[in-house]
T-cell receptor, first 111, second 116 residues
Framework: GNSVTQMEGPVTLSEEAFLTINCTYTATGYPSLFWYVQYPGEGLQLLLKATKADDKGSNKGFEATYRKETTSFHLEKGSVQVSDSAVYFCALRNWGNKLVFGAGTILRVKS | DVKVTQSSRYLVKRTGEKVFLECVQDMDHENMFWYRQDPGLGLRLIYFSYDVKMKEKGDIPEGYSVSREKKERFSLILESASTNQTSMYLC???????????????FGNGTRLTVT
């Protein structure tokens, strides 16, 4: 079946530090991969996506590359801000319409 | 911009009550979804609907039912609420396209339900 595994949090960083949140997946075929972000008290927002191998999604300084050989989609940002504090979810969507999520990673950025 | 509106941000209900969670989207999307969010478990799909009056079970449908009488509205029903249904519930929608796996979902802000 389809599944997503994310690194456990919380991840605590100082402002301007480099961020990596690891995400690996298991799926048959060619799923699309997504990162969603959830700010406190809000629903999920799409952060970025990639629909095929070697695609790079990017938005708001965040990037992730779809690596089929390692079945990974790690989220990176070169310099985090306090406003990036949120919960980050990796997800995949395959045939059958469902979006499958990882457990989420809490990010805390200190000033 | 797509707007998915959940009628309540917070609900407190008693064990055994029948609970309705309402969701409305304004972008004429065919697909609508109900997820449950719990710490350490991420989001788990309860039910989804790809058309009016159509529904499909997700991964955790037990104890829930749904209703989709109009395209824009998708209701989640807890027939007899229990304490283990205390959770955050998120509604989402997406358009029907030829390759749906390329398309992301649009989420509402969630309803935090407490069953006492």
């Amino acid at each position: 079946g389809n599944s997503v595994t994310q690194m456990e949090g919380p991840v605590t960083l100082s402002e301007e530090a480099f961020l990596t949140i690891n995400c690996t997946y298991t799926a048959t075929g060619y799923p699309s991969l997504f990162w969603y972000v959830q700010y406190p008290g809000e629903g999920l927002q799409l952060l970025l996506k990639a629909t095929k191998a070697d695609d790079k999604g990017s938005n708001k300084g965040f990037e992730a590359t779809y690596r089929k050989e390692t079945t990974s989609f790690h989220l990176e940002k070169g310099s985090v801000q306090v406003s990036d504090s949120a919960v980050y979810f990796c997800a995949l969507r395959n045939w059958g319409n469902k979006l499958v999520f990882g457990a989420g990673t809490i990010l805390r950025v200190k000033s | 911009d797509v707007k998915v509106t959940q009628s309540s941000r917070y609900l407190v209900k008693r064990t055994g009550e029948k609970v309705f969670l309402e969701c409305v989207q304004d972008m004429d999307h065919e697909n609508m979804f109900w997820y449950r969010q719990d710490p350490g478990l991420g989001l788990r799909l309860i039910y989804f609907s790809y058309d009016v009056k159509m529904k499909e079970k997700g991964d955790i449908p037990e104890g829930y039912s749904v209703s989709r009488e109009k395209k824009e509205r998708f209701s989640l029903i807890l027939e007899s609420a229990s304490t283990n249904q205390t959770s955050m519930y998120l509604c989402a929608s997406s358009p029907r396209v030829r390759r749906e796996r390329y398309v992301s979902l649009h989420f509402g802000n969630g309803t935090r339900l407490t069953v006492t």
